[in-house]
């Protein structure tokens, strides 16, 4: 397995709210975005980052319960703080978190980070964002088309740290040889359709270290409005 990260803080903001993590001995890749608009979203984004280094040996006997165990202690902290302090009031983070176990990837979600497989030139995003954008496409009020246009695209209904408790998506996928994992902020899938991510990965085959520089100089060519996090794994 290869594996690279790169975070940007874009054109617009002032400062980075992402963060993100490669453990490759631990086989544990982790992407935050703090809740921009609010208070101290980088710090939201580093405690669960740091929760998750705090705990990686205790990964194998069940992965998935595992990430449900460390973003709850995240979001329980995050939320406590945000409480007990007004500068920390109302702080939040995405988080997307994948782990790999043999030939099976474990991935949890909360929020609009994603997480994309890319096998045989073809990109499916397994993850699926919490926003009131993508409600109103399942409550067929909204097509899927206009969902990056709508002003409700960021408006979240998951996030850690904002409620005493947090519900996080669990899934698994089987993982063949020469699977590409692509996780993300939406710094990039806002900047970037899925055909142009699509695009640079089979220009670029298994190059992971220009893919991922030509995904992000992309999304700064496209305007860079957010902070831009990209960790890409090359399961060979």
């Known amino acids: 397995m290869k594996v690279v990260g790169i975070t940007d803080i874009g054109l617009v903001r002032q400062k980075n709210e992402d963060s993100f993590l490669i453990d490759e001995k631990a086989g544990l890749f982790v992407v935050c975005d703090g809740m921009g608009g609010h208070r101290a979203g980088e710090i939201a984004s580093g405690l669960t980052i740091n929760a998750f280094?705090?705990?990686?040996?205790?990964?194998?006997?069940?992965p998935g319960q595992y990430l449900i165990n460390i973003i709850c202690q995240a979001n329980t902290q995050i939320f406590e703080m945000g409480q007990n302090n007004a500068e920390f009031y109302e702080m939040g983070t995405t988080v997307t978190a994948a782990i790999v176990t043999d030939n099976f990837l474990t991935v949890a979600n909360v929020g609009d980070s994603s997480l994309f497989l890319i096998r045989n030139a073809e990109i499916t995003k397994l993850t699926h964002d919490h926003t009131v954008a993508e409600q109103m496409v399942n409550d067929g009020?909204?097509?899927?088309?206009?969902?990056?246009?709508?002003?409700?695209?960021?408006?979240?209904?998951?996030?850690?740290?904002?409620?005493?408790?947090?519900?996080?998506?669990?899934?698994?996928?089987?993982?063949?040889?020469?699977?590409?994992?692509?996780?993300?902020?939406?710094?990039?899938?806002?900047?970037?359709?899925?055909?142009?991510?699509a695009d640079v990965f089979n220009k670029n085959k298994h190059n992971i270290e220009q893919i991922a520089e030509q995904l992000l100089n992309l999304a700064l060519q496209n305007g860079g409005k957010d902070n831009i996090t990209i960790v890409l794994l090359w399961f060979n």
Do not use: P, W
Request: glycine fraction near 2%.
């Open 53 to 62: 280094k705090q705990n990686n040996y205790v990964i194998k006997s069940d």
């Open 141 to 197: 009020v909204l097509h899927r088309d206009d969902i990056r246009s709508s002003s409700y695209n960021h408006v979240l209904t998951r996030a850690i740290g904002i409620d005493v408790d947090v519900e996080v998506d669990i899934f698994e996928q089987e993982l063949l040889t020469d699977d590409l994992i692509l996780l993300c902020s939406d710094g990039l899938t806002d900047m970037l359709t899925i055909t142009e991510i």
